[in-house]
């Protein structure tokens, strides 16, 4: 789970580092930003899934559950 946008290692970065060094757990980010082409560049850097903030905690359970993760 992170946010996209963060000070020294964006959501972006993170999710293409990770999946460049192998890493195949699902990653989520969160984000307020979810105008314009935000989650299709989030999902193209790596990320399974996308949600807006704040946080509704039953979407998020619903993702974790989607995963099978929990």
């Given at each position: 789970?992170?946010?996209?946008?963060?000070?020294?290692?964006?959501?972006?970065?993170?999710?293409?580092?990770?999946?460049?060094?192998?890493?195949?757990?699902?990653?989520?980010?969160?984000?307020?930003?979810?105008i314009?082409?935000?989650?299709?560049?989030?999902?193209?850097?790596?990320?399974?899934?996308?949600?807006?903030?704040?946080?509704?905690?039953?979407?998020?359970?619903?993702?974790?559950?989607?995963?099978?993760?929990?």
């Amino acid at each position: 789970l992170t946010d996209a946008m963060m000070p020294e290692m964006d959501g972006y970065t993170l999710s293409r580092e990770l999946r460049k060094k192998g890493f195949i757990g699902p990653i989520i980010a969160v984000t307020a930003a979810v105008i314009g082409q935000e989650t299709e560049n989030l999902l193209a850097s790596g990320v399974d899934i996308v949600m807006t903030k704040p946080i509704d905690i039953k979407v998020l359970n619903a993702h974790l559950e989607s995963l099978s993760i929990q």
